[in-house]
Structures are given as C-alpha cells and as structure tokens.
C-alpha cells in the first residue's frame, strides 16, 4: 500500500503543468517579449519547484523590460502574479509599456573625404532616424551599417567611428545620438594585373569601366565579374581589390581567369508544333583567336522547316554591350502549300544600353518559292533594317528564368529598292510589346500584341519571308503556324501587307513550379486593314522549369467550332 502511495503522489506531481502568459502588448513588440522571455520555455511543460518559478518570474519581468527598450520604452512596468492549483502553475504577466522615448538629438559628424561626396549627401536623406520621432534602436544601428557599407563600396578603407554613444535620458524620455566617422580619403584603383589569360590583356582591357588613377568603387569590379563570366570565354572569373597591398591611397586590383572549353557541340531532338519533330546539331568556337572573336554554327533538320547558319561574331569596343556579326543562313521550307528556300546574308551591329538594345542590320536575301501548283519564283532583295527593344522586368528570386513582372516593347523597320540589287520596293514596320504584371503571389496577367504594315506598289515580287503571317504558338493559338493571311485562287495562304495580333492571358499558381492558364488570341493578316480579326480561346498548363516556362497550350477558333482543338507546346521565357 505505500508503494501505491507514492506511485500516486509522483503521478500527481508529473502532472502539475507551467502556464506563462502575458498582456498589454502586440505585434512586433510581442515578438520579441517572446524571444527574451526565458521562462516561456517550460510554459506547457511540467512545473519546476515553485521556488524555481518564482527566481523565473522575477527574471522574467527584468527581461520583459529589455526586450521593450530597443523599441524606445524605457519606463515600462511589469506585475507579476502567479497562481497555483493542484495541475497547474501560471504565471501572468501584466505590461503597461509607458512612455516612449523620443529623439531628440541627432548629432553625425564626418571626418575625411566623405563629407563632400555627393553619395555622402544622398545618403544623409535616407538616414531612417529624425529628431522628434520615437528612439528604435534598430535604426540608429542601421545609420552606422548605411555609413560603413558606404565607406567600403567607395572605397574609404581607413574609414572608422571614433564616437558612437546613444545615451537615453530616464528623466524626460529622450534620446540622443552621437557619432563621428572619420572616413579618412577615398582610395584609387591601382595596377590591374590578370592571371592565366588565354586571350590578348589588351582584349580584356576593352571590359573595363575604370583605368588605373580612377576613384575606386565595388560596383565597377562586380560589374567586370559580371561581364567576363558572362562572356562565355572563361570557365571561372575572380576578380579581388588586394587591400593588402595598397599604398598612397591606390589599391591594386587582380583578375584570375581559366579559360572555358573552346569549342562546345550540341545534338539533341526536339518537337515544337510549328516545326514538328526537329534534330538540332550545332557546333560553336567560343574564341577564334586572342581578339575575342567566335563562331557560331546551327543546323536543324524538322519535319516542316530546315535551317541552317554560320554566324562570325566580332567584339565591340565594350564586348559586354556592343558586337559585329557577320551571318549567312539557308531556311529550307515545304509546309501549307508553301515551298520555299531563302538564301540570306547578313551584317549586323548591335548595341546595349542597360534596358534598351538597338541593332543595324544589311540584309541580302534570294528566296526561290512557291505558292501551291503555282510556278515557281524567285525574287532578290538587299534589306537594311533597324530594330530598337525596351525591356524592364522584375525576375522571380527563386528563379532567375521567370519573370515576376514587367514589360518588353519592339520596333522594326526595313525596307528595299527596286533600284539597288531588289526585286521590288517596299518599306514595312512592325511594333510589338508584351507585358506580365504579377496581382498577388498566384494570380497573374499577361498580355501581348503585334502590329504591322507595309507600304509597296509591287506586292507579288514580295518575298514570303518578307510578307506578314499570323497563326502558331507564338501568334493565334487555335491555328497552325502561318495559317491565317490573304489566299490566292486555290485557298492557299499568301501572307498579306498588314498584321494585328492580340492576347490576354491569366494563369494562376495551383503548386510550387505549376501553373495554369485561361487565353484568348485574336488576329490575322491582310492585304488591308479590313481584313477580318480572328479569334481563338483556350487552356494551358505552365511547368516553370530552370530553363524557363514550358508551356502546353490547347485553344479553338470561336469562329470556327468545325475545326478540332489545336495543340501548341512552346519553351521560353514570357518576355
């Protein structure tokens, strides 16, 4: 029987539980109570000796008081009160946080070059602390990080506080701020020395955006890593101020390279409803030799259209934005009752302004063609042409390949003579835009257009592949590739001088990587603007893969339900 006894007396003590609450605060100031109140670790758990929760309790309220100081309440008080049944302990604290100090000096002096810099200047009006507003400490400590990340990123590498003091007065709730940062004077880039090059120094030089003697600045060495990894020429990039061996306020910089494989191939199948089942080999020397210069070769051999190019790429005066290329290209088609082969060389210019590109290009094309039982044709056309693109965009952190938001608009103009080396003359222009704007985390709108025209007193001398088209994953969903335009007597597609297309797009975030989408295209092509727009709707599914959206689309032309739904699968980005 006294076993049994105290069996039951040890049951009963396991039993007797900790319970800790609180009140009289919320949000942010709650969260953090709950991460200095130590005693909420045994809340739930069974009770210590009460004399251990009374030692926690008091030091609890002593921990709530410091968990409110960094938020400005200096006088806040605690009541304590604890409570005991036969299972239970509670502890409840009561907390009336009191008055809140405020700052009510603010006092930040620079000592060095950095007071008259005009980063410096920009910098003071995003200072987050102001005289008169409530004391967080988290931003006074957030002006000392604003200062010191400035100082490293422009290159004060003596920078440091000789005075940094908050000092709170308890009597009247104020706070005040000292801090003195001598900054000392901004450093230089000194010698650029590169290692292990397998291209010309004075190639790689051309990269740079600073010679030595220029005010230093980080962005400028990230901006080059950048740069030279993405230029496909190196397999790895360092690229390191040596602080350690700076002098006279110059800091050597160094830049380590390997080289990358120089010559890459590629072959594998694919399928795309435009092109049908394709075999794709291609060849590519990332350097030709020690100026930088590549070649790029492409054949792929599909059911409905064989391409194949060789395209000679020289580096600008800035590789990373300008280039030369040099293009010829053979596009082989048999497709809808269009025969055609187009020969085509080119030279292009191309240039990059951050989110604008432009691109001259001088085009001479021959193209031998049919329409259905017609005769066959050939027409000739030197073709110069400028195409302006503005892109901005918000990419998806997770995913560098997805765009969260954002917009791409496009402008191409070209024309020929009849007079130099073409068969007609004509002038065409051709706009585009699209657009992705993200309402919440799953819902999303897309939307695109094409507009374009064409002004020429000799259409039938007009090449295909200089006409307009509309139909395909790209344009109308719901019809076949270059399905919709003009037709000649045997209903066979023609193309036209004019293009509309529209779409709009929803898609929604149904699991990690998924979506699915509701569309509806409009569009055709026409030898006038009267012609009659077309439309389509349809649903499709999106794997937001690491390469990009992989998107399988099924739509049906509204006016004409006789015709089956279409299947559309396309890879690619959404601008």
């Known amino acids: 029987m006294l076993a049994s006894a105290t069996d039951a007396q040890s049951q009963e003590q396991t039993e007797t539980v900790l319970e800790v609450s609180y009140s009289g605060v919320g949000g942010e100031l709650a969260s953090n109570v709950e991460s200095y109140l130590g005693i909420l670790e045994y809340s739930g758990e069974p009770a210590p000796s009460i004399f251990r929760v009374r030692f926690l309790a008091r030091r609890g309220a002593e921990e709530i008081k410091q968990a409110l100081r960094p938020f400005g309440y200096y006088h806040t008080e605690v009541e304590t009160e604890i409570n005991e049944t036969d299972n239970k302990v509670s502890v409840n604290y009561t907390i009336a946080v009191g008055q809140r100090t405020l700052v009510r000096t603010l006092d930040i002096k620079i000592d060095g070059g950095l007071t008259n810099d005009d980063a410096y200047q920009q910098l003071q009006r995003r200072f987050p602390v102001k ?50 940062y001598a900054s000392g004077e901004r450093f230089r880039f000194g010698e650029v020395t590169i290692c292990c090059n397998h291209l010309s120094s004075e ?4 990269y740079f955006q600073f010679e030595e003697g220029d005010l230093f600045h980080t962005r400028d ?42 010559d890459f191939y590629q072959i594998g199948p694919g399928y795309g409803t435009d092109t049908g089942a394709r075999l794709t080999l291609g060849f590519d020397r990332r350097w ?50 269009l025969d055609s082969t187009l020969y085509r060389t080119s030279i292009r210019d191309t240039r990059h302004y951050d ?42 952190p997770s995913n560098r390949n997805l765009v969260d938001s954002g917009f791409r608009l496009s402008a191409r103009l070209q024309g020929a003579s009849d007079s130099a080396l073409s068969s007609a003359s004509f002038v065409s222009l051709t706009l585009s835009g699209k657009a992705v ?73 149904v699991a ?64």
């Not at 989110?355 to 050939?378: K, P, V």
């Not at 597609?493 to 929803?506: N, Q």
């Not at 569009?523 to 690491?546: A, F």
């Open 437 to 509: 704007y993200s309402i919440n985390q799953h819902w999303r709108l897309l939307a695109r257009a094409e507009l374009g025209g064409m002004s020429t007193d000799e259409f039938d001398e007009i090449s295909p592949s200089l006409r307009f088209f509309a139909g395909g994953d790209h344009s109308v969903r719901g019809y076949a590739y270059q399905q919709l335009g003009p037709t000649n007597a045997e209903g066979v597609v023609v193309g036209g001088r004019y293009l509309g297309v529209a779409s709009a797009e929803i898609d929604y975030l």
């Open 355 to 396: 989110t604008w590109q432009r691109s001259y290009q001088l085009s001479y094309l021959r193209e031998d063609f049919r329409f259905g039982s017609a005769i066959r044709e050939t027409s000739s056309f030197l073709v110069p042409s400028a195409e302006v693109s503005y892109v901005s965009s918000n990419l998806d």
């Open 288 to 337: 030709v030799n020690d100026r930088g210069h590549r070649l790029s070769s492409l054949l792929r051999l599909s059911q409905l259209q064989s391409t194949g190019f060789v395209d000679y790429i020289i580096p600008g005066k800035d590789p990373a934005r300008d280039q030369y290329s040099l293009t010829g290209e053979v596009i082989d088609r048999s497709y809808e009752e």
């Open 131 to 180: 005289i008169g507003e409530p004391l967080l400490h988290a931003d006074y400590e957030k002006i000392k990080s604003m200062l010191r990340n400035l100082a490293a990123e422009r290159g004060y590498y003596d920078a440091r506080f000789t005075e940094q003091k908050l000092q709170v007065e308890l009597s009247d709730a104020s706070a005040h701020i000292f801090l003195t």
């Open 221 to 262: 060495l990230l901006d080059l890593q950048i740069a030279l990894a993405g230029s496909d020429y190196f397999d790895s990039v360092e690229v390191a101020p040596l602080w350690q061996e700076a002098k006279a306020e110059e800091v050597p910089v160094s830049i380590r390279v390997t080289p990358n494989q120089r």
């Open 512 to 575: 990690p990587n998924w979506r699915v989408a509701l569309f509806t295209d409009f569009g055709n092509s026409g030898l006038d603007w009267s012609m009659t727009w077309k439309q389509t709707y349809g649903v499709g599914v999106r794997w937001l893969s690491p390469i990009g959206p992989v998107r399988l689309d099924v739509a049906q032309a509204v006016d004409e339900p006789d015709k089956p739904w279409r299947l559309h699968l396309t890879i690619g980005p959404d601008l």
């Open 203 to 206: 190639f790689i030089e051309r």
